[in-house]
T-cell receptor, first 109, second 114 residues
Framework: GQSLEQPSEVTAVEGAIVQINCTYQ??????LSWYQQHDGGAPTFLSY??LDGLEETGRFSSFLSRSDSYGYLLLQELQMKDSASYFC??????????WGAGTKLIIKP | DAMVIQNPRYQVTQFGKPVTLSCSQT?????MYWYQQKSSQAPKLLFH???????NEADTPDNFQSRRPNTSFCFLDIRSPGLGDAAMYLC?????????????FGAGTRLSVL
């Protein structure tokens, strides 16, 4: 089967750095993407990694290691507005997104 | 300047009463997707259109149908909603079928079934 694993919940302090890990097992792989979703809102695309390495976009960075079937999302200088659920998703062999179950990020003042 | 627009934002229907959700896009994207998302779960792909080519996921119930009369509009029809169909329904678009990762999502329609 195809699966993605990510922690169900992560807690961090405002101003700190947090890393959300994602491991995947899929029949095909074109890339790993990350989405942010606030309660009651729609997913918002954050980043996409097709090749190994680190991609940086402002306070957010995303990393991929295809040999390890592993990636992570790094959030720096956490703000209260970053409290949300974060989903990793793999573009699989049929070009569909295979989603992880999501990580709820709780930020404390 | 919303680019993927879903109407209505909230929909209440009765058990067994057909309901239609709508989605429009101003991006001129070729691909439109419908997802179902239940509380604290990942979005689940129901089907997608690549232009007029309809693609149904294998586990999408027959109760769910879709129409795409033109590039800009796509509809989700639920023929006989059950209590288990209460969920957020998300419409998304992408420029082409090989690049779904950067999909643009609408704000969603939250469906309640009484």
């Amino acid at each position: 089967g195809q699966s993605l694993e990510q922690p169900s919940e992560v807690t961090a302090v405002e101003g700190a750095i947090v890393q959300i890990n994602c491991t995947y097992q899929t029949s095909g792989f074109y890339g790993l993407s990350w989405y942010q979703q606030h309660d009651g809102g729609a997913p918002t695309f954050l980043s996409y990694n097709a090749l190994d390495g680190l991609e940086e976009t402002g306070r957010f960075s995303s990393f991929l290691s295809r040999s390890d079937s592993y990636g992570y999302l790094l959030l720096q200088e956490l703000q209260m507005k970053d409290s949300a659920s974060y989903f990793c998703a793999v573009t699989g062999s049929n070009y569909q997104l295979i989603w992880g179950a999501g990580t709820k990020l709780i930020i404390k003042p | 300047d919303a680019m993927v627009i879903q109407n209505p934002r909230y929909q209440v229907t009765q058990f067994g009463k057909p309901v239609t959700l709508s989605c429009s896009q101003t991006l001129n994207h070729n691909v439109m997707y419908w997802y179902q998302q239940k509380s604290s779960q990942a979005p689940k792909l129901l089907f997608h259109y690549y232009d007029k080519d309809f693609n149904n996921e294998a586990d999408t119930p027959d109760n769910f149908q879709s129409r795409r009369p033109n590039t800009s509009f796509c509809f989700l029809d639920i023929r006989s909603p059950g209590l288990g169909d209460a969920a957020m329904y998300l419409c998304a678009t992408s420029r082409d079928r090989v690049s779904p990762a950067g999909s643009d999502f609408g704000a969603g329609t939250r469906l309640s079934v009484l």
